[in-house]
């Protein structure tokens, strides 16, 4: 079974940056996409960006773009969200995901097309 487990989540204070990683295992993933996604308390899990396994076809929120970058070591089955520039609203808990069904298009967005989720890492930006 497909295993995913994010860290490096903090505190950390507006203007500044983060890197999160997620560390994937139990199968081998090819052109799969790996999603970035965030949930803030009371509010609905939000698609953050996108890349296939193998690296090309990245996508980003809007709210994020040129700001946050989606990276990859392939040996160690690891992906990374660099975040820079973090402002108050970045403020969530920020979930890796894995769709093995190689999403296309609009569905790449989409909570629901995503079957294997980590557990989470905080992230949480001061004023």
């Known amino acids: 079974q497909v295993q995913l487990v994010e860290s490096g989540g903090g505190l950390v204070q507006a203007g500044g940056s983060l890197s999160l990683s997620c560390g994937a295992s139990?199968?081998?993933?090819?052109?799969?996409?790996m999603g970035w996604f965030r949930q803030a308390p009371g509010k609905e899990r939000e698609f953050v960006a996108a890349?296939?396994?193998?690296?090309?076809?990245?996508v980003y929120a809007d709210s994020v773009k040129g700001r946050f970058t989606v990276s990859r070591d392939n040996a160690k089955n690891t992906v990374y969200l660099q975040m820079n520039s973090l402002i108050p609203e970045d403020t969530a808990v920020y979930y890796c995901?894995?769709?093995?069904?190689?999403?296309?298009?609009?569905?790449?967005?989409?909570?629901?097309?995503?079957?294997?989720w980590g557990q989470g890492t905080q992230v949480t930006v001061s004023s």
């Open positions: 139990g199968r081998t993933f090819g052109n799969y996409r």
């Open positions: 995901a894995l769709d093995i069904n190689s999403c296309t298009g609009v569905g790449c967005y989409l909570t629901t097309t995503y079957g294997y």
């Open positions: 890349e296939r396994w193998s690296g090309g076809s990245t």
